[in-house]
């Protein structure tokens, strides 16, 4: 919208100021369209990406820990170990037409925000950004419970012995070997959680978590984080289906209701309760959450600060060298490359060269030259139990193999050759080790990147 500079979280003093220029320059181009190329293009607003606090300052309502707060239902907070919790979870929703006659008075500050002159649909036109809801908020939570026990006085129960901290720690380290390229950074010790960035929450969450957490809590407890997994591998998946948000909804709703008993439901916060909103937004958009989360700004802020050396007119450095992009930009347009797995994959690695055929199949590439039309590659044995069904590595709330996540014995004997024409269908995975609960030899559990279903 604008960029502003201000100093210890100083927000712009005039709200109306602030996006005036923003608006003036939307708001035609709303009414009336654009034309580029011969061609009469009309402009509308889909999304506005921000965190809590600025949401409620562009949308001029009250703040997260208000008892009203909640962007998406009349829900009213109440106070317990100082702090605002939302116990309620079946409360009558919010629209665009009650945030405009300001039905719920306590909800709204007392000036009313200026993007009404849009026309755009000012509670759903504000996904609840995953980054901060969950990656740097809810998960972050929980992981401050089990390895701390200092978010509450009453958490100290379900802090980890020291002994399931170190396993934690190991398989940390351990795992993170076999994460693939795609994955900057792999993990961090617990020693060093408060300096986890979102992309280390989103990795443990949707890949190494899965492993590490069956071998240090409790079955109740393991099984409450499965129903968020396998929500959150719905909903960032590239094009969840209706079904599979509906889906998604139940299990975060059990998660929330679940947590709430474990580990008490003083940790009802603003964050925690907007998880049974969530998926209103990929039902809204269509999408997947990754597609209306704060990543791709969040990495934009880097390249901003980049642009600024000392503290004289950091604003005005900013502005000079955005314009200076802008003039290269338009003597070379950009042109987007499409990402291929193939260039990240690699020969015989143990974190680069496994892919799954649509078929289920699974292989590892020992050998894939540049101009060849095949690739020498061996096969993952997938696991079976005695009735002859393939082994799941969870069965609540839904089989493991249903979201493509397979538990192998090893690799075949023999290796056999494939077209590369296969790469163009198949999956990226990761293979990591585990040890099962039967004392058996070690085996794999294969998961997909979500980025390449």
Known sequence: MSVFCGYDGEKPPDLNLYLEPFLMELKPLEENGIDIDGKHLMIKSIASICD??????????????????????????????????????????????????????????????????LGINIVKCFPLDYMHLICLGTFKRFLRIILNGNVAEEDRIHKLSPDMIKRFDDLIELLGEYLSSEFNRKGKSSKKLNRWKATEFRTFFLYTGLIILKEVLSEDEYNNFLYFFVSMRLLLSPSPTKRQIKFANLCLRKYVYEFS????????????????????????????????????????????????????????????????????????????????????????????????????????????????????????????????????????????????????????????????????????????????SENEDSKWLVIPLLHTM
């Open 261 to 436: 008993i474990l580990y008490g439901d003083h940790h009802l916060v603003y964050n925690f309760h907007n998880l049974i909103h969530l998926t209103d937004d990929c039902d809204f958009y269509e999408a997947s959450l990754n597609d209306i989360s704060a990543f791709p700004f969040e990495s934009y802020i880097g390249e901003m600060k980049r642009d600024i050396k000392g503290t004289i007119k950091p604003l005005a450095q900013y502005y000079r060298r955005y314009s200076e992009r802008l003039h290269i930009e338009k003597s070379h347009p950009y042109q987007p490359t499409e990402t291929r797995i193939v260039d990240s994959l690699r020969e015989n690695s143990k974190a680069d060269s496994f892919i799954m055929l649509p078929n289920d199949s699974i292989f590892k590439i020992f050998a894939m030259k540049t101009g060849s039309e095949v690739i020498v590659v061996q096969k993952l044995n997938i696991t079976y139990d005695d009735d002859g069904s393939r082994k799941e590595f969870f069965l609540r709330p839904m089989p493991a193999t249903d979201l493509n996540i397979f538990v192998c014995d090893g690799l075949c004997n023999s290796r056999t050759f494939l077209p590369t024409s296969v790469l163009l269908t198949a999956k990226k995975c990761i293979a990591f080790p585990f040890e099962n």
């Open 52 to 117: 809590a606090p600025a949401r409620s300052f562009v949308k001029q309502i009250v703040g997260h820990c208000g008892k009203h707060a909640c962007e998406r239902c009349t829900v009213v907070g109440e106070t317990i170990s100082n702090r605002t919790v939302y116990k309620s979870m079946n409360v009558r929703l919010r629209t665009d037409e009650s945030f405009r006659v300001r039905r719920d008075r306590l909800h709204h500050n007392n000036v009313p925000t200026p993007l009404l002159r």
